[in-house]
C-alpha cells in the first residue's frame, strides 16, 4: 500500500539553525500539506500546496518557514532560523484531490531545537 | 471559542462497554467532518468520515447535527486495540470560498480499554 514517508524521523538543532525536512508524497496526489504537532497539543495546519505553489498557509507559517517541490517526488519545509518553540512533530500529508479525499499523512518528523 | 471542541479525556473503559465521544465546532461554514485516530507519538489515521445522515463502520457509529455544529462518534464493544486518542477534525472553506483542504483539528479525547 503506498505511504507518505519523511526523513529524517528525528531532527536535533541549534537555535537559530536552518532544518530541512523532507517528504515524499503518494505518487499520484496532488495536494501536500505540512501540520505541527507541539507536544502534548493539537495537530496544526501550517500550509497546503498544490500546482507548486501555496494554496492556503496559516499564521504560524511566517517569513522564517518556506516549502518546496523540487522535482517530481519531494516536498519539503525548511525552517531557515530555528527557534525553541518550533520544535515539535511535523507531519507532510498529501491527497489526491481535495473534495471527499482523504488525506493522508506520514509519520512525522520530530525537531528538537536546543 | 476554539475552533473545534472536545472532551478531552481520558476515558477509561473495560472491554466491551460503549463510550461515545462529542465534539463541536464554531464554523458554521464548516464543509467535512472527519474522526480521526492517533496513537502515541505516531501520524494520525482517518478512521471515518462524517455525514449528515449519519454513518456506521463496524462498531463505530458517527453522528452530524449541523444545526447544533456538533459530531460525535460512539464505539461500541470496546477492544483493547481502539486505545488511542480520537481526534475531531473539519475542512473548511478558504478563501473565497474554496477550499484547499486545510484540516482543523480538535484536541482530541484520550481513550484507555483496560481487560
Known amino acids: 500500500e503506498p505511504e507518505v514517508t519523511q526523513t529524517p524521523s528525528h531532527q536535533v538543532t541549534q537555535m537559530g539553525q536552518e532544518v530541512i525536512l523532507r517528504c515524499v508524497p503518494i505518487s499520484n496526489h496532488l495536494y501536500f500539506y505540512w501540520y505541527r504537532q507541539i507536544l502534548g497539543q493539537k495537530v496544526e495546519f501550517l500550509v497546503s500546496?498544490?500546482?507548486?505553489?501555496?494554496?492556503?498557509k496559516s499564521e504560524i507559517f511566517d517569513d522564517q518557514f518556506s516549502v518546496e517541490r523540487p522535482d517530481g517526488s519531494n516536498f519539503t519545509l525548511k525552517i531557515r532560523s530555528t527557534k525553541l518553540e518550533d520544535s515539535a512533530m511535523y507531519f507532510c500529508a498529501s491527497s489526491p484531490r481535495l473534495a471527499g479525499s482523504e488525506q493522508f499523512f506520514g509519520p512525522g518528523t520530530r525537531l528538537t531545537v536546543l | 471559542r476554539k475552533e473545534v471542541e472536545q472532551d478531552p479525556g481520558p476515558f477509561n473503559v473495560p472491554e466491551g462497554a460503549t463510550v461515545a465521544f462529542n465534539c463541536t465546532y464554531s464554523n458554521s461554514a464548516s464543509q467535512s467532518f472527519f474522526w480521526y485516530r492517533q496513537d502515541c507519538r505516531k501520524e494520525p489515521k482517518l478512521l471515518m468520515s462524517v455525514y449528515s445522515s449519519g454513518n456506521e463502520d463496524g462498531r463505530f457509529t458517527a453522528q452530524l447535527n449541523r444545526a447544533s455544529q456538533y459530531i460525535s462518534l460512539l464505539i461500541r464493544d470496546s477492544k483493547l486495540s481502539d486505545s488511542a486518542t480520537y481526534l475531531c477534525?473539519?475542512?473548511?472553506f478558504g478563501a473565497g470560498g474554496t477550499s484547499y483542504g486545510k484540516l482543523t483539528f480538535g484536541q482530541g479525547t484520550i481513550l484507555t480499554v483496560h481487560p
Open positions: 477534525v473539519v475542512r473548511n
Open positions: 500546496f498544490y500546482n507548486n505553489e501555496i494554496s492556503e
